[in-house]
């Protein structure tokens, strides 16, 4: 291990301590994520929360948005709530502790980020993504791990959790979710170790994948192979795009969350490199969602437009652009990161 890498492994290792000995002496805790929660930010608050409250703690998941439908099976009542300001704001504002999990920026906190930045709390951010933290008190961020469920999952140990079937799951979700089944790049032995030691505690990963994955309504899978029928390809067949606009969107009955889900597939078409979908959100903001197949820096890109992400898989939203202006600009920019071919000799 390199100088480098202890003083960074002696650091999260510090925050692990600060963070366990806070929950600890917390009495009451809201936990959150990011708008639109996925399986790895929801995940890993529940677990958290299902540990707390059997700490004793009055513990619960709060959040901006509710939870896409593929995931309701993971909470228990009165484990998660929608917020609402007239009846959740008080208890954000006099919570002992805050805990974000997987946020990848505190703006994408939606309308808990004011009521957060106010409360008197601890405030505890767990994620596995870099960006300026201008709210937390306590990070605990590492980009070494491929998921936050990682990063949860080492903290409950840390603290002495049971990891019994009852935190296994979600943490389950959360390694499952942002490791892509195992096969994004992220994916290391220790997710492997980690997934091992969530089955022996009860996890049955076929039916996980059934909840997770075979739930998809008949309406929302035309309206994804109506898009699929939209492809685009540019720069020799190495990046692939389609987008919508709003009226697209109405005309279909089809909710913009469930429209992003289109660029999880771009990457199996053969040859594509980098996939990208265009949203129009207004007629001077443009949604983009962008993953690469590992050649490509997407996140780069992403930056650039004020956005982020992870190495290949980030988004921006463009606020000055309509969507024809954006696909252009956007594909360009994309297009100038391509490393050459390689020409046969």
Known sequence: MTEDAASAHDDIAAARESIARRLEEAGSVVLTTHVTPDGDGLGSAIALCRH?????????????????????WLYERGEFQVYNGARHEKRVLEADAVVATDIGGSERLGKMLDPIRRSGGTKI???????????????????????????????????GARIDRHLAVPLYVGLVSDTGGFAYSATSPQAHRMAAELLSAGVDPHAVWRQTHCQVPHGKMHFLGLLMTRLNLEHDGRLVWTSVDLDFLRTHDTAPRDAFEIVNHFLRVKGVEVGAFFMEISKTRTKVSMRSSGTVDVCRVAKRHGGGGHQFAAGCAIGTMGLAAAIPHILEDIGQQFPPLETEG
């Open 52 to 72: 707390l409250r059997r700490r004793g703690k009055e513990a619960m998941v709060i959040n901006c948005s509710s939870v896409p439908h593929d995931l309701r």
């Open 125 to 159: 951010v767990i994620d596995h993504h870099v960006y300026d933290n201008d709210l937390f008190d306590l990070p605990l961020i590492t980009t070494e791990v491929s998921s936050s469920a990682e990063i949860a999952y080492d903290l409950l140990r840390h603290m």
